[in-house]
């Protein structure tokens, strides 16, 4: 049963990719905080999505942070990530999707954990840089603990096909 609670508020911007961003940070609290750490699972750090036997869309989780509050023994924290994605060159222009995860973890243990859709609205670029925020993420800090002791991790949800194509592809 998810403690938790998180409200998404879906994509708040979206640009056609003109410069890249840095590799995904594994962590990143905001200064003076007592903020859970932030990190991307490494095997779904991105997504491929096939249609009819090639590759339509690739997209990548960058720059997660994350933001919070201790407020009544709960953290309340602000979750952004920026996910760059591109169309096959192959593959017509038309807005895509893709699921993501939010997941709770503390001492190795997933309390909670979410699944969202991200929209892609493509239109006239194969190329696009969107960045998602989840408006709130509420983790009760049990007693003897505080919100350090907790992580957020996200990735996107894959399929079995789509993990072994990421562990596979990179060789």
């Known amino acids: 049963m998810n ?33 859970p750490s932030v990190n991307v699972l490494p095997d779904a750090v991105r997504i491929t999505q096939m249609s009819n036997g090639k590759v339509d869309l690739k997209a990548e989780i960058r720059e997660p942070a994350i933001a919070c509050s201790l407020v009544g023994g709960n953290a309340k924290s602000k979750l952004s990530f920026w996910v760059k994605s591109a169309i096959a060159p192959n593959s017509g222009v038309a807005a895509r999707s893709v699921p993501y995860f939010v997941a709770i973890i503390v001492d190795g243990e997933v309390i909670g954990k979410e699944v969202f859709q991200l929209a892609l609205p493509f239109k006239a670029d194969r190329k696009l840089m969107v960045k998602e925020k989840i408006a709130r993420i509420d983790i009760p800090v049990a007693h003897g603990r505080t919100p350090e002791d907790y992580s957020v991790t996200i990735g996107f949800q894959l399929t079995p096909e789509q993990v072994n194509y990421n562990r596979t592809a990179s060789r």
């Open 3 to 35: 403690k938790f609670a998180i409200a998404a508020v879906g994509t708040v911007a979206a640009m056609a990719l003109t410069t890249g961003l840095a590799a995904a940070k594994s962590q990143a609290r905001a200064k003076g905080a007592e903020c």
